[in-house]
């Protein structure tokens, strides 16, 4: 099956810093979206991105499917960016959303 | 504000006993989904519904556990005979084809002694 390798695997951020998330996977994909579990557990989608950019607040998203990669960009963090942010892939074979392991942010006051 | 909503929210069982867990999709959205979530395996997709029928369930143990969408407003997931390797935390997720875009639930936190 499709492989999905996210990097880095843990990132601390001092309050106002920019970073960027990376995914990479292994196959053609039709299908790419970034979720953020928050420190209670919840998931929440972020962007469905299969290619190009998208924006929404400091957040973006950047999806370059011939490279076969993805990117998350934070602008200005603050502490409630805290959490877990997945990158899922569906590959044009199958219908089920395979995952990535997860980047772990902790953004420091 | 629309959500999908996920009954019971916390279980502890005995192993061997039958699990039901219940999930409500957004009104409207004709896709469910189910994810199990463990620290070992990370967020694994069990089974995948469009219009209440069943398209994919390859992630799914399937001597286990069953799926179905009795309505388009009830997801259940079942297991039976529990086993403590299911203790997870399971998520339902809903969405819609002309989006594509997936939205979670709460979970249930299984823990199955």
């Known amino acids: 099956g499709i492989q999905v390798e996210q990097s880095p695997p843990d990132l601390i951020l001092q309050e106002g810093a920019n970073s960027t998330l990376r995914c990479n996977f292994s196959d053609s994909v039709n299908n790419l979206q970034w979720f953020h579990q928050n420190p209670w557990g919840q998931l929440i989608n972020l962007f469905y991105i299969p290619s190009g950019t998208k924006q929404n607040g400091r957040l973006s998203a950047t999806t370059v499917a011939t490279e076969r990669y993805s990117l998350l960009y934070i602008s200005s963090s603050q502490t409630t960016d805290s959490g877990v942010y997945f990158c899922?892939?569906?590959?044009?074979?199958?219908?089920?959303?395979?995952f990535g392991g997860g980047t772990r942010l902790m953004v420091k006051p | 504000d629309a959500r999908v909503t996920q009954t019971p929210r916390h279980k502890v069982t005995e192993m061997g006993q039958e699990v039901t867990m219940r999930c409500q999709p957004i009104?409207?959205?004709?896709?469910v989904f189910w994810y199990r979530q463990t620290m070992m395996q990370g967020l694994e997709l069990l089974a995948y519904f469009r219009n209440r029928a069943p398209l994919d369930d390859s992630g799914m143990p399937k001597d286990r556990f069953s799926a179905e969408m009795p309505d388009a407003t009830l997801a259940t997931l079942k297991i039976q005979p529990s086993e403590p390797r299911d203790s997870a935390v399971y998520f339902c997720?809903?969405?819609?084809?002309?989006?594509?875009?997936?939205?979670f639930g709460p979970g249930t936190r299984l823990t199955v002694l």
């Open positions: 997720a809903s969405g819609t084809p002309v989006t594509d875009t997936q939205y």
């Open positions: 009104l409207g959205h004709n896709t």
């Open positions: 899922a892939v569906r590959n044009n074979a199958g219908n089920m959303l395979t």
